[in-house]
T-cell receptor, first 112, second 113 residues
Framework: KQEVTQIPAALSVPEGENLVLNCSFT??????LQWFRQDPGKGLTSLLL?????REQTSGRLNASLDKSSGRSTLYIAASQPGDSATYLC???????????FGSGTQLTVLP | AAGVIQSPRHLIKEKRETATLKCYPI?????VYWYQQGPGQDPQFLIS???????DKGSIPDRFSAQQFSDYHSELNMSSLELGDSALYFC????????????FGPGTRLTVT
């Protein structure tokens, strides 16, 4: 059974800093991995999707990497802004199962 | 661009009542997924449908049932509601292509009193 872990659970940084969020998964036979953003009490906004054959994906100030062999993914946020404050969730889709298995998220606070 | 639509957005029910949540996937998406996110929890997969047939089943209680209709919309029926069923319920849909990216709806917040 796939298990997804995110470290740290919470992170507080000053505005302008570059930061890295970590995600690890136990079953490397994943099909893809998605990173989401969730504001308090709100829905899930998809940020990036990385297919198992890819090493990284970029969107604006966000860059996500995937290393299947080590069971790790990272989300790099450049030049952080207070508006980036939210919970960031990673979710892995297994090779045979269609559903996503979510990590518990990293709650990011960017201080002005 | 069209997104996943969920209704209602908020629902308040009493214990032992029933609730029906609806999900309208993005056009031409044939797969629908239901997830439950309790307070302070990560989303947990409940059930999914592909081409109107149940495809995978997660931690869905026996009190819950779901189906996908001919127009691909889906309904999650919840009976004998318990306080612990209070959560945010997400529906997601995906296209019949290899990427299988899931697009999430805004969620239905169910409060059981």
């Amino acid at each position: 059974k796939q298990e997804v872990t995110q470290i740290p659970a919470a992170l507080s940084v000053p505005e302008g800093e570059n930061l890295v969020l970590n995600c690890s998964f136990t079953d490397s036979a994943i099909y893809n991995l998605q990173w989401f953003r969730q504001d308090p009490g709100k829905g899930l906004t998809s940020l990036l999707l990385i297919q198992s054959s890819q090493r990284e994906q970029t969107s604006g100030r966000l860059n996500a990497s995937l290393d299947k062999s080590s069971g790790r993914s990272t989300l790099y946020i450049a030049a952080s802004q207070p508006g980036d404050s939210a919970t960031y969730l990673c979710a892995a889709r297994g090779g045979s199962a269609r559903q996503l298995t979510f990590g518990s998220g990293t709650q990011l606070t960017v201080l002005p | 661009a069209a997104g996943v639509i969920q209704s209602p957005r908020h629902l308040i029910k009493e214990k032992r009542e029933t609730a029906t949540l609806k999900c309208y996937p993005i056009p031409r998406h044939d797969t629908v997924y239901w997830y439950q996110q309790g307070p302070g929890q990560d989303p947990q997969f409940l059930i999914s449908f592909y081409e109107k047939m149940q495809s995978d089943k997660g931690s869905i209680p026996d009190r819950f049932s779901a189906q996908q209709f001919s127009d691909y919309h889906s309904e999650l029926n919840m009976s004998s509601l318990e306080l612990g069923d209070s959560a945010l319920y997400f529906c997601a849909s995906s296209r019949p292509v290899r990427s299988y990216e899931q697009y999430f709806g805004p969620g239905t917040r169910l409060t059981v009193t």
